[in-house]
């Protein structure tokens, strides 16, 4: 049942043409072209280039795509030296609220990038939405993501069951998962409800976790699209996947989950003064405005869900 896709550049004559096209596209010299060619090219680009030939469909069923070298090295290390002094325990949204939570689920650590917090960062967000045709304003800030030894993101849709998260720009319709290391063993990601279009038979390669399903194993620098509404809107119930544990290594990765409409634009009827949640009251009352103040009271980006009962209008 398990697929592997194995992270060797899609064409050897790449680099050799790379410094070819980036001329061509009027980014020469030493800055280079759009960074979304060559693993190891340096400098943040003018503009987007993304490379159409470099992305393999992974699924169908789910809607999967892989592609090879969206990063470069630095554009990976750069959102890895971001993030490493901010990490803090990653949590779930809590099915009926939508609050964060920590749980067993997900024993990672993360934090989330402001978008356009800096020249790379934002040349990251054009070049995404070049690759899914999706606007960046529907993009959520870029969250990073480390897994140590036995860390993982069981099973679990990126769409929301809650009817809070949807409240800003609507349920998440793909996501774009960076891998920004090489992890030695495990750490795949899985959709175990993907249906396999090859009879591959046992991958030895992979971990026990990644042979449930079509896996892809983490190569620094690619990137997998994947979405979690169908065509028609509606969830996609075979999105279901999961982030495997890390066997040997660690694993650093950066997810940008994208909305259906805006997620940039926040309309309140009262201006900003508002509870997105009937229960914000009682958790600022036990203190949840200075331990979640992400969810609370927002950051430098976005307005948070608790705003008036956070006292902060
Ligand atoms: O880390 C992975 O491979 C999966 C991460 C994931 O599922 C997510 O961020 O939604």
Redesign the pocket.
Known sequence: MARLWPGAPPCGLVPVLLPVFLLLLGGGGAAGGGGGGGGRVSSVYPAPVVYPHHTRQISWKPRVFLYQQFLSYDEANHLVSLARAELKRSAVADNLSGKSELSDART?SGTFISKGKDPIVAGIEEKIAAWTFLPKENGEGI?V?R?MHGEK?EQ?Y?YFADNVNTNRGGHRIA?V?MYLTDVAEG????FPLAEDLTDSGTNTSLSECAQKGVA?K?HKGDA?LFFNLSPDGSKDSLSL????PVIKGE?W?A?K?IRVASFDKVYHPQGNCTDDNESCANWAALGECKKNPEYMVGTAALPGYCRKSCNLC
């Not at 996947?241 to 495997?244: F, N």
């Open positions: 990672s969250q993501l897994y993101y679990h990126d996501t998962l750490g795949e990601t899985v892809v983490p997998l996947h999961a982030g495997c694993k990765s997810t989950w």
